[in-house]
């Protein structure tokens, strides 16, 4: 194809979709782009119901599109760019690792708006939006903390990203706030969703004598086979019980609807604004499956203590007095972690053995 | 640390299930290639079989059922493959990725009802005197009977390729598909049934991923076990015996690198994760660094189209 012609038709392209969108002007396009399938049954599961929370409260006056299984990375970018070249009028991408990747595409479609889930980076068509999945970390490091007879709780992480460590830090305080023999053993396995890996990390944990397991990755393999191991998991992201119905603890749950209808709104009255978005169980963006039968009532009752404390903001899940890992003072007594070294947190408290890759 | 944490016995009966996927699919590979054909789409084969093999399992509540299922399943796959490449002659490179590719659609589309359900167990074996033996006992014989068709295939493997007239043939196809054509061997018929049995191979690794291993349906769930087996089989140079000690090595060093972590290791994690790729080629590698025969080894057909007319 010579360049000129090239060039008429995407000028009769770029026509044809503004006159499209001048027919269309009452129906708001919304796109999102997940990093693992939607039948994960955990954390891109949880986003697209979201979604279609989202489509049911606006109805339709909205048309809501998604993409699954997006590498982070060049491929999101290529990803992104098509679904700003459709005529989306914003676009949600929902994994730390699209970054970049969103404020690259966000700066060559200035009219397009975009919102990154747990990332910090933001520009005026860029807005991020995350949960406080560390209120929710707490409750469950309080139960497992009480439920473990070991004393050996295990940690499945992903990647080490601020998101995951405050995860780490908030389970351990927790649990050994409640239970000061607990001993944490944590295994990376550089994946988000890869149910093989999963499974033989929570089988070498659970070998090694761990009779709780927490897990930061996406899909229900660690719930499996703790239900064919005996031993109690928590669900994460999503209410994982059918994985694991003996297991299951609690999940930590993320509620993303209210959120999703709330922004696509903002887009069609046009309101919309960027800014940054960090709600926790007070907001109602962590919520908990039902607890286990199995768990004793005593526990049951100071992890809702715990919550409701948690939700009238009269306690913080990061409040001193908290040392660093290499014993230097991080928080003096009461004194509450700000935001901001939240959301970039890169140490352990003390007390965790090992290191956090680099 | 706590070294002591680990349990030798338990450590090596997890790493025979953990290497049992990547095994089943490369032993399949081994014979294909044997052939002379290069098929890159084990991927696609394997997720294919996790995907029949568990739904089939769930629909008849038989494990065994489901195995079966996910064999002929990818068997029907790789016809695919063995239809492009055989009869139209079309690239076996960019036929064998479009497999996988195609692999990991049309399971995922399969998958759509099956998430988040849970198939019927498979039961481990429980052979009088053996699996009552103390050590040996946990360790070798308290596995699924998959455990131990997988360790008979590759025996079948190796005494067919070696001994029998079949693997003779099969080799020779392999090696100089014109000299075996003008002996009066059917090339295209013997290179599609070893496509088949590939296939059928790839299929139970993937079935034993999301029956016995996991076990659950979950999109993409080989996540790359498939590219691994195809690197076994060349790493191990085309030897059965090699390519098994390639996949329990890569898969061990798989479990232990998660229970190192577990213990607490001080070695970045990052050397860990690496470990088994690194060490399962270094090993495979010197095994095989005597060029000349080396160079044997591949059969000398390897990804060459076959036309009668030539």
């Known amino acids: ?358 | 640390m706590d070294l002591s944490a680990i349990n030798p016995l338990v450590l090596i009966a997890s790493l025979m299930v953990s290497a049992t996927p990547i095994l089943l699919a490369a032993i399949g590979e081994l014979v294909v290639e044997k052939s002379g054909v290069l098929n890159l789409g084990v991927e696609g084969m394997m997720i294919v079989g996790a995907i029949c093999g568990f739904a089939t399992a769930v629909e008849t509540g038989s494990p065994l059922l489901g195995f079966i299922a996910a064999a002929a399943g990818s068997a029907l796959l790789s016809l695919i493959f063995a239809v492009l490449t055989q009869f139209l002659l079309a690239n076996q490179v960019a036929t064998g990725l479009a497999l996988t590719l195609f692999g990991l659609g049309f399971s995922a589309m399969l998958g759509q009802g099956y998430v988040g359900l849970k198939p019927p167990s498979t039961p481990t074996l429980h052979i009088p005197v053996l699996s009552d033996l103390p050590v040996v006992g946990t360790m070798l014989f308290s596995h699924d009977l998959m455990v131990y068709v997988s360790l008979a295939l590759v025996a079948a493997v190796w005494a067919t390729l070696k001994y029998t007239r079949v693997g003779l043939i099969l080799r020779a196809v392999g090696e100089n598909h014109d000299a075996a054509h003008a002996l009066g061997y059917k090339v295209i018929r013997i290179r599609i049934l070893a496509i088949m049995f590939g296939g059928a191979c790839a299929g139970l690794g993937g079935a034993y991923l999301s029956l016995v291993r996991v076990p659950q349906w979950t999109e993409g769930m080989t996540a790359g076990a498939g590219w691994i087996a195809l690197a076994i089989v060349v790493f191990g140079s085309w030897k059965p015996w090699r390519v098994l000690l390639g996949a329990y090595l890569f898969g061990g060093i798989s479990v232990l690198q998660l229970n190192l972590q577990a213990a607490g290791l001080k070695v970045p994690v990052q050397y860990l994760s690496m470990s088994p790729y690194l060490i399962t080629i270094l090993v495979l590698v010197i095994m095989s660094a005597n060029r000349s025969r080396a160079a044997l080894s591949a059969p000398a057909s390897l990804g060459r189209s076959f036309h009668a007319s030539h």
């Open chain 1, 1 to 358: 194809m010579k360049r000129r012609t090239f060039l008429a038709g995407t000028a009769a392209t770029a026509g044809l979709a503004a006159s499209g969108a001048a027919f269309a002007a009452d129906v708001t396009k919304a796109a999102y782009i997940y990093v693992g399938p939607v039948g994960d049954m955990g954390y891109n599961y949880q986003h697209d119901l979201g979604r279609k929370e989202m489509e049911k409260a606006l109805g339709a006056k909205v048309k809501a599109s998604i993409v699954e299984n997006v590498p982070e990375g060049a491929d999101a970018e290529r990803v992104l760019t098509q679904l700003a070249l459709s005529g989306n009028n914003i676009i949600f991408a929902t994994s730390f690792g699209y970054m970049d990747a969103v404020l690259n595409v966000a700066k060559k479609f200035p009219k397009v708006k975009f919102e990154h889930a747990t990332g910090y980076k933001r520009a005026d068509n860029v807005a991020t939006y995350s949960a406080r999945f560390y209120e929710g970390r707490a409750v469950i490091g309080t139960i497992a903390g009480r439920m473990t007879k070991t004393n050996k709780i295990g940690y499945i992480a992903s990647f080490p990203i601020p998101e995951v460590i405050q995860g780490i830090n908030a389970a351990y305080i927790h649990a050994k706030k409640v239970n000061p023999k607990v001993e944490f053993k944590i295994v990376w396995v550089s994946t988000w969703a890869d149910p093989a890996k999963e499974a033989d990390a929570a089988n070498a944990l659970i070998e090694q004598g761990v009779d709780v397991i927490m897990q930061h990755t996406d899909t229900t393999a660690a719930m499996t086979v703790a239900e064919k191991k005996g031993v109690f998991a928590f669900g994460q992201s999503s209410n994982m019980a059918a994985a694991g119905p003996k297991a299951q603890l609690t999940a930590i749950v993320d509620e993303w609807g209210p959120y999703y209808t709330d922004r696509v709104k903002a887009v069609m009255d046009g309101t919309w604004k960027s800014m940054d978005t960090w709600g926790g169980i007070a907001a109602g963006m962590v919520t908990f499956a039902p607890f286990n039968k199995d768990m004793p009532e005593a526990v049951a009752k100071e992890a809702n203590d715990l919550i409701a404390t948690i939700k009238s903001g009269a306690y913080k899940p990061f409040t001193g007095p908290l040392n660093k890992q290499d014993g230097s003072v991080w928080l003096k007594d009461g004194e509450v972690a700000d935001d901001g070294v939240i959301a970039g947190l890169n140490f352990y408290v003390q007390g965790i053995v090992g290191d956090i890759p680099k």
